[in-house]
């Protein structure tokens, strides 16, 4: 669990990392079983996420499926308009994500975001998943 008020950045403080990978469907299926998402024994309910990247491709993915397990996510990404209508998607899907936009190559745009994420979740970030490529 992070504690947001030592005010870190995220070029300097990672809590979970994540890789990337693509995996075909059948592995994935078995990973999910395995894990226990298949019967719902699986849960985030109570975890917050920062998905930075998440209005499209892997970014995008992730931040559904942490909503979809119950956690609540903060996500971020450049494109202001686009933003808003991935959150609006979200909301009509009754996932729980809030948005920033910010640009995560920006150091004092990063700063602004944790301060943005450290409002919404009350200090506490349990999930971090970095996404954009331009990092
Ligand atoms: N796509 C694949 O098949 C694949 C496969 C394996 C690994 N990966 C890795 O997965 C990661 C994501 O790749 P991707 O292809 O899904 O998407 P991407 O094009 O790298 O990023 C898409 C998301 O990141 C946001 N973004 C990009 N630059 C940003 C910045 N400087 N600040 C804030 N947000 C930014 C985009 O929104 P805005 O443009 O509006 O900011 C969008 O929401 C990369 O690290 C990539 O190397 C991708």
């Known amino acids: 669990m992070l504690q947001l008020e030592s005010r870190p950045t995220l070029s300097g403080s990672k809590v979970f990392l994540v890789i990337l990978r693509t995996t075909r469907k059948k592995r994935g299926k078995s990973v999910r079983k395995a894990m226990g998402l298949a019967d719902n024994r699986w849960s985030l309910k109570g975890m917050s996420a920062l998905v930075t990247g998440g209005t499209k491709g892997i970014g995008y993915a992730i931040v559904e499926e942490l909503a979809k397990l119950g956690a609540r996510v903060h996500t971020c990404s450049r494109n202001e308009a686009e933003l808003k209508g991935c959150l609006k998607a979200w909301e009509g899907k009754g996932f729980v994500v809030t948005g920033s936009v910010c640009d995560v190559s920006s150091k004092a745009q990063r700063e602004k975001l944790m301060e943005s994420v450290s409002s919404v979740f009350n200090g506490m970030l349990n999930i971090l ?7």
């Not at 998943?129 to 990092?135: A, D, N």
């Open 129 to 135: 998943v970095s996404c954009p490529s331009s990092m």
